[in-house]
């Protein structure tokens, strides 16, 4: 079996339905949640995997949380 995503466009959506109803038996139609709230979940999904790969192979640059801090309180210094 295979998954897809698919975009029906609203004036054919009723005969979209009326294809799919006669072939029930061998098409499931769900609604994907994650879609409904997040058009782009799978997106942001597949670039959190990709930034964590990047992170635990020591590709990405990575600063130490001492760093980050003092870099935040230097910016905050020059601010006032």
Known sequence: ???L???VQDSVFQEFLSFIS??????KIKQDKNLELDP??????????QDLEEVESGKAEMISHDDLWNN???????MK
Not at 22 to 27: A, M
Not at 72 to 78: A, C, F, G, P, T
């Open 40 to 49: 782009y979940f799978y997106e942001r999904q597949k670039q959190l995997h």
């Open 5 to 7: 995503t698919v975009q």
């Open 72 to 78: 935040i309180n230097q910016h905050l210094k020059s």
């Open 1 to 3: 079996m295979h998954t």
């Open 22 to 27: 006669k072939r029930k038996e061998s098409i």
